[in-house]
């Protein structure tokens, strides 16, 4: 399986200040994926990070407000700017892997952000 | 474009009940299915993942899922609940980017 790790596990920010989330993987991946979670609700992908292309957004999701990193295939970041209330949720970085059984997406352990 | 929705939000049951919990998807190609649980404080975990083949999947912890294509259906299933299986239930399908596209979630709260 696929180690993610991420950084920082939670925080609490001012308004209109950002905060960088990082995330790492302990294989090369191609493929790696943003979601939000907003409280009570489901996942829901932000943006997919290639390593080597830019990263494409989902409709909602704009590169000012959410840009991403991706510098190599074991690492990336996500900045959440001029952050507001309506931001504060738990963000997960995953990857996909094929192994012999298939694709599979694993999970970071999210960084919870409390916008105040 | 691809959805997934979970018709229960909450199911309470006692230990040793069974378990289904439903999902459906919107989709007329080829699909990848899953089903991922997430336990107090911890990450998401792959609980099992439909590609092709046997519609009946058997997953990790006792866990299975049968794929209905006709009804467009991935309903987990448990014959015995345990207390430990607590947790959040999120149905996926993998949509056309890579990416997971998770239904809304099922919380289940097993009483011992």
């Known amino acids: 399986s696929a180690v993610i790790s991420q950084k920082p596990s939670r925080d609490i920010c001012q308004r209109g200040t950002s905060l960088t989330i990082q995330c790492q993987v302990d294989s090369q991946v191609t493929m790696m994926f943003w979601y939000r979670q907003q409280p009570g609700q489901s996942l829901t992908l932000i943006a997919t990070?290639?390593?080597?292309?830019?990263?494409?957004?989902e409709s909602g999701f704009v590169i000012d407000k959410f840009p991403i990193s991706r510098p190599n295939l074991t690492f990336s970041t996500l900045t959440v700017s001029n952050m507001s209330p309506e931001d504060s949720s738990i963000y997960l970085c995953?990857?996909?892997?094929?192994?012999?059984?298939?694709?599979?997406?694993?999970f970071g352990p999210g960084t919870r952000l409390t916008v105040l | 474009a691809q959805s997934v929705s979970q018709h229960n939000h909450h199911v309470i049951l006692s230990e040793a009940a069974s378990l289904e919990l439903g999902c459906n998807y919107s989709?007329?190609?080829?699909?990848?299915l899953f089903w991922y649980v997430q336990y107090p404080g911890q990450h998401l975990q792959l609980l099992l993942k439909?590609?092709?083949?046997?519609?009946l999947v058997k997953g990790i912890k006792g866990f299975e899922a049968e794929f209905i294509k006709s009804k467009f259906s991935f309903n987990l299933r448990k014959p015995s609940v345990q207390w430990s299986d607590t947790a959040e239930y999120f149905c996926?399908?993998?949509?056309?980017?890579?990416?997971?596209?998770f239904g809304k979630g099922t919380k289940l709260s097993v009483k011992p």
């Open positions: 995953s990857v996909e892997a094929t192994w012999t059984s298939g694709m599979e997406q694993f």
């Open positions: 989709y007329g190609g080829t699909v990848n």
């Open positions: 996926a399908i993998r949509g056309s980017q890579g990416n997971l596209i």
């Open positions: 990070a290639n390593q080597g292309s830019e990263a494409t957004y």
């Open positions: 439909y590609f092709s083949g046997d519609p």
